[in-house]
């Protein structure tokens, strides 16, 4: 998979919550589809579905355990994902830093003008 | 000094994008902040290297903006869209569009300004046309400027090492 198309299928697995579920069950250990079944009103051939979705996205991978087949949770492809929004945040995070610095001075014109008008002589 | 926010970005559904950021001022400064462009100039200048070099911006219903951004050795990048919604000074939804459109299609953003003590919390949320345009949207744009940003951090921690 291309990088776009590995964080495509990444955050298509990410937008069901029972699959965010499923992962945040997984980083606890491994598991199998009965375990992971357990705690959600589904059955196991949904679950199954989600638990080949995520394979396929590369978000899990089974054991070769024929009988129980355990899941594990595959922590590259989220990691990157979580890369690209960390870089996303810092470019908007400078803007928002930079739009702080005038919100300041944007108050400081308006108290200016407060204290004006009310003929005060506020000495700080 | 204001103290900052920690800005949060998430994906509420497969074609959005929310962020969400706390600033100390009420919220008609922040709401002029947002749309008169002397100020847009002054704070919202993308990536390190580039700054807003022109700005026009119609704040009624229907009315159109226009932003231009200037970066290294000439390059530009273009956005503008239609005012939908205006509710002074709490919400403006309007549509985007990038003169390149890597996002395949408009975009509608809706940003809400709310007021606690003083202080006001911005949520932006930027709904795409598709699943694959909100992951471009979050992986371009910002390629070079990345590179640019991490390049200042390197010197900023080899600044504080030496000092």
């Avoid at chain 1, 964080?7 to 375990?35: K, N």
């Avoid at chain 2, 709490?90 to 606690?116: C, K, N, S, Y």
Wanted: glycine share 6%.
């Amino acid at each position: 998979m291309t990088p776009a198309s590995q964080l495509d299928a990444t955050f298509t697995a990410l937008a069901d919550p029972t699959r965010r579920a499923i992962l945040a069950r997984l980083a606890l250990g491994e598991a199998s589809v009965t375990e992971l079944a357990q705690p959600f009103a589904m059955s196991q051939p949904a679950i199954s579905k989600h638990l080949k979705m995520l394979e396929r996205a590369g978000l899990i991978s089974r054991g070769r355990d024929a009988q129980r087949r355990p899941c594990r949770l595959e922590a590259q492809p989220l990691a990157e994902a979580n890369d690209w929004l960390e870089r996303y945040r810092q470019l908007w995070e400078a803007n928002f830093q930079r739009l702080d610095a005038l919100l300041d001075e944007m108050k400081a014109q308006a108290k200016a003008v407060t204290d004006k008008n009310q003929g005060k002589n506020q000495g700080e | 000094m204001t103290t900052t926010a920690d800005l949060t970005v998430t994906t509420p559904s497969d074609r959005e994008i929310l962020m969400t950021r706390l600033f100390d001022a009420p919220r008609e400064l922040v709401f002029e902040a947002m749309y008169r462009p002397e100020l847009l100039k002054r704070w919202l200048n993308g990536p390190p290297g580039w700054s807003l070099a022109q700005c026009e911006v119609d704040l009624t219903i229907g009315g159109a903006f226009r932003h231009v951004w200037r970066g290294p050795e000439g390059a530009e990048m273009g956005m503008g869209g239609i005012f939908r919604e205006i509710v002074r000074p709490e919400r403006i939804v309007r549509t985007e569009l990038f003169d390149q459109d890597w996002t395949g299609g408009e975009a509608l953003a809706t940003l809400v300004l709310t007021e606690r003590a003083g202080k006001t919390e911005l949520a932006l949320t930027v709904l795409y046309a598709s699943q694959a345009a909100r992951d471009g949207a979050l992986q371009s744009g910002m390629k070079d400027g990345v590179a640019a940003s991490y390049d200042q951090l390197d010197t900023l921690f080899a600044a504080q090492q030496a000092a």
